[in-house]
């Protein structure tokens, strides 16, 4: 990635807080919990699983400059949310922790030297990573979340409709 192309997409990664807020706002808080299938998150999981990324993202990025060609650490996701107990944290925590990790790492990959952007650090299951590799992957990460929250907004709206509600009527508090 050229440093055009990497400026325009740090841009895009400073801006997701922006973009997770903004997309929570669509979703009545009362339905947070909602689980489209049992195998499936909810809104809330989804938030706290995107502040733990962020929370990986950020020792990894440090690490791949730190200590380039380390392994990293791979996690289970599914294990996270079931035994952190993500349904007992609270979201507007992991919000805020989500909206610093970002802010911070923003400022520090903006001061990175150009060499540094080549750096690899190993992944376990993907193999080799540049940092370059690593903010595609983080830059796509909470796009791709808040995708997943709306699926999961869209298919509460059918299940209140299901449910006998009248569609005209807002099911909004």
Known sequence: M??????????VYARAGEDLTGALR????????FKPGPDRWSIHEIL?????SEA?????C???VAEPGETIMAYDQEKWVAG????????????????????INTRF??????????????HPERGPVTLDDWLDIYTAHTPAHIKQMQATHDAWLAAQQGKGADPGQSLYP
């Open 2 to 11: 050229n440093s055009d192309e990497r400026n325009k997409q740090l841009a």
């Open 26 to 33: 669509a979703f009545p808080k009362t339905m947070w919990t």
């Open 48 to 52: 706290l699983h995107i502040a733990d």
């Open 56 to 60: 990986n993202g950020f020792v990894r």
């Open 62 to 64: 440090r690490r791949a």
């Open 84 to 103: 952190l107990r993500y349904l007992e944290q609270d979201s507007e925590d992991a919000l805020l922790l989500f909206k610093l990790l970002r802010k």
């Open 109 to 122: 990959l903006k001061s990175l030297p150009a060499s540094a952007w080549a750096n690899i650090m190993m």
